[in-house]
């Protein structure tokens, strides 16, 4: 099991590496004028070229990213150009908010997707088939759209739940559930439509391995052989779409942000991008990166722990 740890944390470790050299690449290879944009079109030529010695403009490119990268390592990921806040602190501010929403729905999309997808399995018929036709308009509809309509009806109309705004979970634990409710079903409807077929698909296929049939033929109740075995060998092809489903979930919290006005790391990287504040947005993908591959570490761990051949291969 070390080993298999051990791959999964170099593999992401030089993931994150790749990502953050060739984002760095790209936002250095633009040709925009950053230090003309953060002085403004009135400034003299001599200020644009002294704010691009102070910002290290002027020096070679494999030169700052060395720079850059060596700082990374220690864990300073500059400050911003536009602002001059530290990029480590701003992280540290916005990361809880996005985090919040992104694990609330992928928390909700795993139960929902458990519960309909074996409800479809088991019941067949109507069910199965509404399951199916929820599943195909869950996917269609864009997560930005659930939560207009979600922000218009359930938090300005029946006024329920707030439409906009943030509750840090220290404040007030009640008002920070309420805060990110909305958010997370916005995010949690396209997940839970993904995996609840996954998980509909991979359960008839067990429900009709032989091994099933035996313990049917000893006796066992249905709900036995589905909780207690078939449903932990279905988990696997699962936890492998949820994986993936993480990955969408926190791109479309850049949107649903905006939408419920919240101060995560989605507009943070949406700001810096307008502007072109190139140390925000290396440090916003190279957190955010970073997050993806311990949440896949994790369901590796659990994909090891249901399914013992793959710590072997």
Do not use: C
């Amino acid at each position: 099991m070390l080993a298999f740890l051990f791959r999964r944390i170099v593999a992401g470790a030089a993931l994150v590496a790749v990502v953050a050299t060739a984002t760095f690449l790209l936002l250095n290879l633009t040709g925009t004028d950053v230090a003309r944009n953060i002085l403004g079109e009135s400034a003299t030529r001599s200020a644009v070229t002294a704010k691009s010695h102070e910002l290290g403009l002027d020096q070679p490119l494999v030169e700052r990213y060395w720079h850059w990268a060596e700082q990374a390592v220690r864990g300073d990921l500059g400050s911003s150009w536009f602002t001059g806040d530290p990029v480590g602190q701003s992280l540290v501010d916005t990361l809880p908010v996005t985090l919040s929403i992104v694990l609330a729905g992928l928390l909700l999309a795993a139960v929902l997707s458990v519960a309909l997808g074996t409800a479809a399995a088991l019941r067949g018929g109507w069910v199965d088939r509404m399951v199916q036709l929820a599943a195909v308009l869950g996917t269609a509809v864009p997560s930005f759209l659930i939560a207009l309509v979600l922000a218009v009806t359930v938090a300005v109309q029946l006024g329920w739940l707030p439409a906009t705004g943030y509750v840090a979970i220290d404040a007030s634990v009640t008002d920070w559930l309420r805060s990110i409710v909305l958010p997370a079903v916005s995010l949690a409807v396209a997940a839970t439509a993904a995996t609840a077929m996954q998980v509909r698909g991979a359960l008839l296929d067990v429900l009709r391995a032989d091994y099933v049939r035996t313990l049917r033929s000893r006796g066992l109740s249905t709900r036995s052989v589905v909780f207690r075995h078939a449903l932990r060998n279905a988990a696997p092809p699962a936890l492998t779409v949820l994986a993936l489903q993480f990955i969408g979930l926190i791109s479309g919290a850049v949107v649903v942000e905006k939408v419920f006005g919240l101060p995560g790391i989605g507009s943070l990287a949406n700001s810096a991008a307008v502007r072109g504040d190139a140390p925000v947005l290396l440090g916003t993908v190279v957190v955010t990166v970073s997050v993806v591959v311990a949440v896949n570490l994790l369901l590796d761990i659990a994909y090891g722990w249901l399914n013992p051949k793959v710590r072997v291969s």
